[in-house]
């Protein structure tokens, strides 16, 4: 099964910036839409960002303007570069495939907003 690994989150203060990666399978950065997931506690998984394989980006209308997809395809990785976080940014991030793939769900890097 393919899995991907998170990393880089951890806490941050209100304002402050944090940048999260994510290693997986040289085929799926290269050959799919790739998605940035974030859940908090009691509440759903959902998307935070996208991209496509030609460098097209979605974001939610929550975190547009403040997190950056981006993605270095020889190095496997894909970045979430998260700015002026808020106590709302507040959740465990995980990278999967657009649209998800059960299967491929990692343990996900849990980042804390707190002055």
């Known amino acids: 099964q393919e899995q991907f690994v998170e990393s880089g989150g951890g806490l941050v203060q209100p304002g402050g910036s944090l940048k999260l990666s994510c290693v997986g399978p040289?085929?799926?950065?290269?050959?799919?839409?790739m998605g940035w997931y974030r859940q908090a506690p009691g509440k759903q998984r959902n998307l935070v960002a996208s991209?496509?394989?030609?460098?097209?980006?979605t974001y939610a209308d929550s975190v547009k303007g403040r997190f950056t997809i981006s993605r270095d395809n020889d190095k496997n990785t894909m970045f979430l570069e998260m700015n002026s976080v808020n106590v709302e940014d507040a959740a465990i991030y995980y990278c999967?495939?657009?649209?998800?793939?059960?299967?491929?769900w990692g343990q996900g890097t849990q980042v804390s907003v707190s002055s």
């Open positions: 991209m496509a394989t030609n460098g097209f980006t």
């Open positions: 999967n495939y657009y649209p998800r793939r059960i299967s491929s």
């Open positions: 040289g085929s799926a950065f290269r050959d799919h839409v």
